[in-house]
């Protein structure tokens, strides 16, 4: 066993296992995890003797809640170059992640956010438990679902992946396998179990005998919240404005459409609208790398965007929930002011 105490690596049987350290911070990412992440990545590439990657959070609360935001918040304020380099090097990881040449494992047992999914759901073999809560979340502090989310959300069926990330609200295992964000639902009792038996399986062993263990261990995830509500969510965020998708959803009957307006109308004005616009321009975008420069772009545009400070302070330093966005109102938000989030990183992440 080596690597910082942040991330644990060790190897069982064939299997690379890298464990996420952060228990009592829901194992958010930091830097120093972000570089050990991907050097042991390098290294599992590399090992003949290595036939897959398991990738797991430590304690029973979360695989992991996000990036460090406190970080990027206080990068942020005295414009030093930590945030964009926290930026760089984490969607280097998602696209690694996403086009690793062995299977690559993520479970997803618990709170699985932000910077969590991007750890996760680019990854080969996605397994969420009963005890999953998965969330793009960051509207509601003044920031737009990044790690390759507006690559991610626009691929779920229908409108799902643009409801999660405007109203940035949790979803079960059922939730994320139909939103295309996972595969398989196994008992969390059974993790240690599925880790055995994955690292017991020879050198030579190919994705298909990987899949092949996890499925002979997947149980049917609870409640499909919304595919029960499929229909309602395609009507209303097939619209082409925020303003459109509150208008659609304030004509929908029961409590589902009624409880999607309401969260819509706390988070930030500024970051629904960027959000949509990400998401549409993710849909029509040909490869993660290019959603990834996109959202650099427009990760670099936040650190000049009152909200996003004004929204971790809520959330995370006084925690009085409580965010005073600025524009208050979607109607005060202006096109030219959404225009320069799209303005492209330099140097750019991946060449053209």
């Known amino acids: 066993m080596h690597g910082i105490d942040e991330v644990i690596i060790q190897r069982q049987g064939s299997a690379g296992l890298i464990r996420l350290n952060r228990p009592q911070a829901l194992n958010s990412l930091t830097l120093p995890m972000i570089r050990a992440i991907a050097s042991a990545l390098g290294d599992f590439a590399a090992d003949p003797s290595i036939a897959s990657v398991i990738v797991k959070g430590e304690g029973e609360r979360a695989f992991c809640a996000g990036g460090d935001i406190r970080l990027l918040h206080e990068s942020g304020k005295r414009g030093s170059a930590e945030a964009e380099t926290f930026w760089r090097e984490e969607f280097h990881l998602n696209h690694a992640i996403a086009h690793y040449p062995k299977p690559y494992v993520a479970l997803m047992d618990g709170i699985t956010m932000g910077g969590g999914v991007g750890l996760s759901a680019h990854g080969s073999h996605r397994v ?137 109308t706390t988070r930030s004005p500024t970051s629904l609208k960027l959000t949509l616009r990400l998401l549409r321009a993710g849909r029509n975008s040909v490869s993660l790398a290019e959603c990834l420069n996109r959202e650099l772009g427009a990760c670099l545009g936040i650190l000049y965007n009152p909200d996003f400070y004004e929204g971790v302070r809520a959330a995370v330093i006084d925690k009085d929930r409580n965010p005073k966005w600025s524009p208050a109102s979607l109607a005060e938000v202006e096109d030219i002011a959404i225009d320069r989030f799209f303005m492209p990183a330099q140097p750019p992440l991946f060449a053209a």
């Open 128 to 264: 969420v438990t009963e005890r999953t809560r998965l969330a793009m979340p960051e509207t509601g502090i003044g920031y737009f679902p990044d790690v390759g989310a507006t690559w991610l959300l626009p691929r779920a069926p229908g409108e799902a992946g643009t409801w999660m990330g405007l109203t940035g609200l949790a979803i079960n295992a059922a939730d994320a396998i139909h939103a295309r964000l996972a595969d398989h639902c196994i008992a969390s009792s059974d993790l240690p179990a599925l880790i055995e038996a994955i690292g017991a399986l020879s050198a030579a062993t190919s994705p298909a005998d990987v899949h092949g263990v996890i499925q002979g261990m997947a149980i049917v995830p609870g409640e499909n919240r919304l595919l029960g509500n499929r229909e309602t969510v395609d009507r209303a965020f097939a619209q082409d404005t925020v303003e459109d998708i509150l208008g659609a959803l304030g004509r929908e009957p029961g409590d589902f459409a009624a409880e999607t307006l309401q969260m819509i």
